[in-house]
């Protein structure tokens, strides 16, 4: 049996108008057009409302589609998270230190990352990655140099011959290898701490320096010389070595953190002394408590007021 097809308003409506309701508008008053127009006028005016329901019914079909499609990708991304998240390791205890992080990510996924992992013998392996950007074109970069990482992690654990250096080496290959159009560069920094001797040796590329917090409330910063990955292909990355003492506490952190904390700095402050002046204003509070109120603030802050980025700092604290 064949089935008819549905017509439109106009070719089942205008008949009937034309025959019936377009004359009795004519002659009638009020109306709900002009008294003067003509049923023609009247026939078209009404095939211009059918037209103009009909591009209604397909926006609202349209923006129904396109809601479905934003839905999809906000879980798509909110599973990218989690993926990324529960990627990176917990943080280890470790023997006579405290570790504590603060993870904010500004799109959902990251463009930083990072691997704490302990590499025996009373010893902690602590790196961060921070690609160029932010959002998912970086959290797939990092994904990637977190790899090389974690590999240079695994060949520093009772290698003496090897040092901090020598993993941030290997993520520049890995880096340098990609070929990328974009999100070509990426800061990092790994670190070593001994709780044996209390020695901490670390290298870093282009990312902020290490603030030490001293056990007196005194504040300086931990330099050492490495440039930016992915600039340099046969960069070399300095790995130094600083005495810790109980008490200290010794900061990590990704560019993000100074950005936040640039407002709070006198026009005279760089973005390094700016992040060790925020630490020394606040004397001997805990670092994991200010850890916390700055994911606060990151919650609270409009991201119109300020340079918004990832951002990941790890602070490791020696028991006194």
């Known amino acids: 049996m064949v089935q008819s097809q549905p017509q439109s308003f106009t070719m089942t409506a205008m008949p009937v108008l034309e025959r019936h309701i377009a004359p009795a508008l004519a002659t009638s008053t009020p109306s709900p057009f002009r008294t003067n127009d003509s049923p023609a006028n009247t026939i078209a005016y009404l095939a211009l409302i059918n037209e103009l329901q009909n591009k209604m019914t397909a926006l609202l079909s349209e923006r129904d589609a396109l809601l479905g499609t934003v839905q999809s990708l906000e879980h798509n991304v909110k599973e990218a ?22 993870f904010q990510p500004l799109d959902g996924v990251s463009g930083d990352a990072f691997d704490v992992q302990d590499l025996g013998d009373g010893k902690v392996g602590i790196g961060l990655i921070d690609a160029s ?17 974690r590999i240079g992690q695994k060949e520093l654990a009772g290698n003496t011959d090897k040092n901090s250096g020598d993993v941030l080496q290997s993520v ?10 974009q999100c070509e560069f990426a800061a990092g920094l790994h670190a ?3 709780a044996s001797s209390r020695t901490l040796g670390f290298a870093r590329a282009g990312v902020p ?42 900061l990590f952190a990704t560019d993000g953190l100074e950005a936040l904390l640039e407002s709070d700095a006198v026009s005279t402050d760089s973005p390094e002394q700016a992040l060790a002046a925020w630490f020394k204003e606040r004397g001997h509070t805990p670092v994991a408590t200010l850890l916390s109120e700055l994911k606060s603030r990151l919650r609270k802050t409009p991201r119109s007021t300020w340079h918004a980025d990832d951002v990941t700092a790890i602070s490791l604290h020696v028991a006194g």
């Open 133 to 149: 950007d932010h959002g998912v074109p970086a959290a797939i970069l990092t994904s990637s140099l977190l790899t090389a990482l």
């Open 172 to 181: 520049q290959s890995q880096l340098t290898g990609m070929y990328l159009s």
């Open 192 to 194: 070593v701490y001994d």
């Open 209 to 250: 320096y290490p603030i030490r917090i001293a056990a007196d409330g005194s504040v300086s910063a931990l330099v050492s010389d490495g440039p930016i990955m992915g600039v340099i292909e046969d960069a070399e990355f300095e790995t130094v070595s600083v005495q810790l003492e109980p008490g200290d506490t010794v």
């Open 81 to 102: 998270a989690r993926i990324q998240q529960d990627s990176m390791s917990l943080l280890p205890k470790v023997d006579g230190a405290k570790l504590n992080l603060l």
